[in-house]
């Protein structure tokens, strides 16, 4: 139980910092010439990143 509960930490802890970073890094990312667009692909990329690893992680502890 004790993991679980440090898992959770950790995760509340990255995204925290991620939020925190976020703006700043989109703001590097404009003044490179970067559109909106291309902004909203990166993080669409990351979101369906995350959701692939959270849905790999719960099958294979699902599967034993």
Excluded: K
Excluded at 2 to 30: D, E, N, T
């Amino acid at each position: 139980m004790r993991w679980q509960a440090s898992g959770i930490g950790l995760v509340l802890a990255i995204g925290r910092l991620c939020g925190i970073l976020s703006p700043s890094v989109a703001c590097l990312l404009l003044e490179a010439q970067w559109t909106s667009q291309h902004l909203l692909n990166l993080y669409t990329a990351s979101l369906l990143l995350a959701s692939l690893l959270v849905w790999c992680s719960y099958r294979s502890r699902s599967d034993t």
